[in-house]
């Protein structure tokens, strides 16, 4: 039986970093985000709607989203990032359910699911345990401002644009703070998959 881990968290506290360290350790790892990006490939559907929703201004010379621009003009705007959500859901939901079914065809004891917005889209039935990798609020806004180089009203407003970390820390199976060092991350997460292995 195939063992499926929801990974979620807030916006830069800390995913990408644990789910580096179930690659390490073997594991399958369905990334979302990854998934999202390859569904806006020119000429694919979810391109098309972006293109046609959002108009040709958001689309580079060599035909490729352009996700910075995209990113400043919708985390500014929650409708239109309600919209581009509306767009993008479904079909990235059908692409995680597929591979979830290949992890389990190969026999994978446990199979991790990166999903940002996991407990926004609701998806948490789909899986049997839930992860949040969790950091305080000012933590999260000086990550989130040091890797994508925002202002502070900018990384706010993407911190805003998500379910308040406290909500999702009721509703997750698991919480790691990653309040430490990344080996201190690194420790716990050994330790919660010894336990659902
Ligand atoms: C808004 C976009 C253009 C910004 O692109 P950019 O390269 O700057 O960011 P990236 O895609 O790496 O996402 C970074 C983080 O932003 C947050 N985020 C992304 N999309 C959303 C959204 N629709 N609502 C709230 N937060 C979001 C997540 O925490 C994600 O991990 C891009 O994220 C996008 O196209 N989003 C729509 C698809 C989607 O909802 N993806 C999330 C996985 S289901
Ligand atoms: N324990 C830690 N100590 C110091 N830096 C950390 C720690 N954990 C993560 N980081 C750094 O914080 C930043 C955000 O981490 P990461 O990219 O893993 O977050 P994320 O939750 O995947 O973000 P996003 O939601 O935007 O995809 C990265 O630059 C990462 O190297």
Excluded at 57 to 65: G, K, L, P, S, Y
Excluded at 123 to 143: G, K
Aim: hydrophobic share 40%.
């Amino acid at each position: 039986m195939t063992f499926y881990l929801g990974l979620t968290g807030g916006i830069a506290t800390g995913k990408s970093t644990a789910a580096s360290y179930f690659r390490e350790r073997g594991l399958r790892v369905i990334d979302a985000d990854q998934i999202a990006h390859a569904q806006q490939a020119p000429g694919q559907v979810t391109w098309r709607e972006i293109k046609e929703n959002f108009g040709a201004e958001f689309i580079n010379e060599d035909q490729t989203v352009n996700r910075q621009k995209l990113g400043a003009y919708v985390f500014a705007h929650p409708d239109e990032l309600a919209r581009l959500s509306k767009i993008s859901h479904g079909a990235v939901l059908a692409e995680i359910k597929q591979e979830m079914q290949a992890a389990k065809r190969a026999g994978e004891g446990v199979c991790v699911i990166d999903v940002p917005l996991l407990f926004e889209a609701g998806w948490q039935d789909l899986f049997d345990a839930t992860l949040l990798i969790a950091a305080p609020y000012d933590l999260e806004l000086e990550r989130l401002m040091k890797r994508n180089q925002l202002s502070r009203e900018q990384a706010k407003a993407r911190i805003k644009s998500q379910l308040p970390l406290g909500e999702k820390r009721c509703l997750a199976s698991y919480v790691i703070e990653n309040t430490g060092t990344i080996e201190e991350l690194r420790t716990n997460l050994q330790q919660l998959l010894e336990e659902i292995s």
